[in-house]
C-alpha cells in the first residue's frame, strides 16, 4: 500500500466532503483503541475543527488512560483539536436500573453491550448538533464489510466512514506512518463494551489477520471445501458472522405497497 498516498487521499477526501456541505469540523469518539486513533488523527490533519469525545462507561483505566494521552497527543500538535470528557456510567446505571428485572442477568450481556454503543452515538450526536460537525466513523472494512462487527445505530451510526475501506493490517500500517502511540498500536483489539478484558478475538473466535484472509477467500469465489483444519474453521466463522449480520451492512428494508392497492 502506497501509506502517504492513502493517508492524503483520506484527508483531502473528508476535507472535500465537509467543505461541500458546508460543515466546520468532525467529532469523533476516541476509545485507546487503533481504528478511533487513527480516524481522529486523520480528522485533525484535515485542519478543521475536531472535537475528540472520550465516553467511559464502566471502562478499563488502561482504555481511558491511552485514549486521554492520544488525544493530548493530537493536541499538542493540532490547535484546532479539542477534548471533552462525558462520563456516562452514571447514565448507563441509570438506564439499566429503570428497564425491568430479568430472569438471569447474563440473558442480556449483548443488549446491555449494544446499548453502551447507543449511548455514545447519541452523545457523538449531541454534539455535533451542538457544533455543527459531522460524525466520524471508526470501523475499518473487516468489521463493517466481512463480520459486521459493529452495533446497529451504535458505532454503526456515523455520517461518514474515512477508513472502512480498509483492512485492519492497513489501519496498523497507516498508525506507524503516523505515529500514533505504541500502547495503542500494541494493544489487543477491544469493542471495551462488556467491562472486562476480553478481545475482539476472544468473541469473534478468529484474529483479523485471519478474518481478512478469509474475506479476501470469499472475494474470490472460494467455499469452505477448498480448506482444512484451521484455516476451514477460520473461513466458516467469517461466513456466519457474513450471513448473520448482513443486516446491518445492507439498507433497511421497506414493504412497497403495490400501486393498485393504493387506489
Not at 478475538?201 to 483444519?229: H, T
Amino acid at each position: 500500500m502506497q501509506t502517504q498516498k492513502v493517508v492524503d487521499h483520506i484527508v483531502e477526501w473528508m476535507r472535500s466532503y465537509a467543505e461541500n456541505a458546508g460543515i466546520k469540523g468532525f467529532v469523533v469518539g476516541v476509545s485507546g483503541g487503533i481504528d478511533s486513533a487513527v480516524t481522529s488523527t486523520l480528522c485533525a490533519l484535515t485542519g478543521m475543527e475536531v472535537l475528540c469525545l472520550e465516553m467511559p462507561i464502566h471502562q478499563a483505566p488502561s482504555q481511558v488512560s491511552r485514549a486521554i494521552d492520544h488525544i493530548n497527543w493530537l493536541k499538542e500538535q493540532h490547535p484546532k483539536v479539542r477534548m471533552i470528557q462525558v462520563n456516562l456510567t452514571p447514565v448507563f446505571d441509570s438506564l439499566i436500573d429503570s428497564l425491568p428485572e430479568v430472569a438471569e442477568e447474563e440473558s442480556r450481556f449483548m443488549a446491555l453491550a449494544n446499548t453502551r454503543a447507543r449511548l455514545r452515538m447519541t452523545t457523538l450526536y449531541y454534539f455535533a448538533a451542538l457544533n455543527g460537525y459531522l460524525v466520524a466513523g471508526t470501523g475499518n472494512k473487516v468489521e463493517d464489510f466481512g463480520v459486521g462487527f459493529f452495533t446497529k445505530y451504535g458505532d454503526g451510526g456515523v455520517d461518514l466512514s474515512p477508513i472502512a475501506d480498509l483492512m485492519k493490517s492497513e489501519v496498523y500500517e497507516i498508525a506507524r506512518l503516523l505515529g500514533i502511540n505504541k500502547d495503542i498500536q500494541q494493544a489487543a483489539p477491544t469493542d471495551g463494551l462488556w467491562g472486562d478484558n476480553r478481545t475482539d478475538e476472544d468473541q469473534i473466535g478468529a484474529s483479523y489477520d485471519e478474518l481478512e484472509w478469509a474475506m479476501k477467500m470469499q472475494d474470490s469465489g472460494k467455499g469452505p471445501e477448498a480448506f482444512e483444519g484451521r484455516q476451514k474453521e477460520v473461513y466458516l466463522i467469517y461466513q456466519r458472522l457474513n450471513r448473520a449480520n448482513q443486516h446491518k451492512m445492507v439498507p433497511i428494508p421497506v414493504c412497497e405497497i403495490p400501486t393498485n392497492l393504493k387506489e
